[in-house]
T-cell receptor
Framework: DAGITQSPRHKVTETGTPVTLRCHQTENHRYMYWYRQDPGHGLRLIHYSYGVKDTDKGEVSDGYSVSRSKTEDFLLTLESATSSQTSVYFC???????????FGPGTRLTVL | DQQVKQNSPSLSVQEGRISILNCDYTNSMFDYFLWYKKYPAEGPTFLISISSIKDKNEDGRFTVFLNKSAKHLSLHIVPSQPGDSAVYFCAAPTNYGGSQGNLIFGKGTKLSVKP
């Protein structure tokens, strides 16, 4: 299995509070991604990174920001959490020359 | 507009029989397809892929068929086992033209294999 960890694995927070999710990889893969999974929607891309300090928006980026200051860490921040951001969040990694992405175990976030 | 569609939210099959999971796509520029498998409370895991230069790719009990003219692919699992019960996602990279792209996923099909 690819060395990808996500923290926290579970979080319950209140509307309006800031939340940061962390993805850490030990594979030295250049590309990293954040997805959310919701019933009836499959996996949708939030933000992605093609390298340190190189990030871009995905399909559902509103309300989210990301940062990547080191190859191994990719942070997803909800500046002011809303109930619509209750979801399961997955981090993924890949290398530039292949299409396959490898996923972390996920973070279940509940915004009350 | 959904570019990758999995129109069956769920599928139930008997152990030992064939499972056929279907996926349709609308973008004729897609030239590579992947299937992922996801168990509850775990991340998706890569299962099998196919390039558009092929019409079939086989890996053990798993075979993916691609029909480019119909913009349709299917995943066959033979024989199905209870441990195959999971959600299966079809995906395509938006990297046609040679550049690295992101994956677009279908909504998934939940497979239940009954003993």
């Amino acid at each position: 299995d690819a060395g990808i960890t996500q923290s926290p694995r579970h979080k319950v927070t209140e509307t309006g509070t800031p939340v940061t999710l962390r993805c850490h990889q030990t594979e030295n893969h250049r590309y990293m991604y954040w997805y959310r999974q919701d019933p009836g929607h499959g996996l949708r891309l939030i933000h992605y990174s093609y390298g340190v300090k190189d990030t871009d928006k995905g399909e559902v980026s509103d309300g989210y920001s990301v940062s990547r200051s080191k190859t191994e860490d990719f942070l997803l921040t909800l500046e002011s959490a809303t109930s619509s951001q209750t979801s399961v969040y997955f981090c993924a990694i890949s290398e530039p020359t292949v299409n396959e992405q490898f996923f972390g175990p996920g973070t279940r976030l509940t915004v009350l | 507009d959904q570019q990758v569609k999995q129109n069956s939210p769920s599928l139930s099959v008997q152990e030992g029989r064939i499972s056929i999971l279907n996926c349709d796509y609308t973008n004729s520029m897609f030239d590579y397809f992947l299937w992922y498998k996801k168990y509850p409370a775990e991340g998706p895991t890569f299962l099998i892929s196919i390039s558009s230069i092929k019409d079939k790719n086989e890996d053990g009990r798993f075979t993916v068929f691609l029909n480019k003219s119909a913009k349709h692919l299917s995943l066959h699992i033979v024989p199905s086992q209870p441990g195959d019960s999971a959600v299966y996602f079809c995906a395509a990279p938006t990297n046609y033209g040679g550049s690295q792209g992101n994956l677009i996923f279908g909504k998934g099909t939940k497979l239940s294999v009954k003993p």
